[in-house]
């Protein structure tokens, strides 16, 4: 279940490249990607196992399907797929933080510390250090 959205997110890239998604199978496979995605987001986060990065790559595949349903004029994440899966990314890693909420890094943290540190502010350092590094962290304090 894991690796189905990165599935779907390649499901759209290679052919996106090769035939630029301009037909009627490409609307039927938008809906086939989108909902494999949907689902499997749905299945991991019942489980508390959907990641940020999964839930980037599976936004991903809904707007390149969204641009395939709508039409030519949105159409541009199916035409430029890489650039959208890596501005989508991007955004999973940068908004977060700057709306008040946890960086993205802080889920594979919590996955391989014990919860009893998921509180402290050597947790919440670390994870800072990660995103902004060092200099920019202790310039902003």
């Given at each position: 279940?894991?690796?189905?959205?990165?599935?779907?997110?390649?499901?759209?890239?290679?052919?996106a490249?090769?035939?630029?998604?301009?037909?009627?199978?490409?609307?039927?496979a938008?809906l086939l990607?989108?909902?494999?995605?949907?689902?499997?987001?749905r299945?991991?986060?019942a489980?508390?196992e959907?990641?940020?990065?999964?839930?980037?790559m599976?936004?991903?595949?809904?707007a390149?399907?969204?641009?395939?349903?709508?039409?030519?004029?949105?159409?541009?994440?199916?035409?430029?797929?890489?650039?959208t899966?890596?501005?989508?990314?991007f955004?999973?890693?940068?908004?977060?933080p700057?709306?008040?909420?946890?960086?993205?890094?802080?889920?594979?943290?919590?996955?391989?510390?014990p919860?009893a540190?998921?509180?402290?502010?050597?947790?919440?350092?670390?994870?800072?250090?990660?995103?902004y590094?060092t200099?920019?962290?202790?310039h902003?304090?």
């Open positions: 279940m894991r690796l189905v959205p990165a599935m779907a997110s390649a499901g759209w890239i290679l052919p490249k090769w035939t630029g998604f301009n037909s009627a199978q490409a609307q039927l938008a990607l989108t909902g494999a995605g949907l689902f499997s987001i299945r991991m986060a489980k508390n959907a990641s940020p990065i999964h839930k980037a599976v936004l991903f595949t809904a390149a399907s969204a641009g395939v349903w709508i039409g030519p004029a949105f159409a541009w994440p199916g035409r430029n797929p890489v650039a899966l890596y501005a989508v990314l955004l999973a890693a940068v908004l977060p700057l709306l008040g909420r946890e960086v993205f890094t802080t889920y594979f943290a919590r996955k391989t510390t919860p540190v998921w509180n402290t502010d050597i947790f919440r350092l670390q994870k800072e250090t990660q995103i590094g200099p920019l962290h202790h902003c304090r």
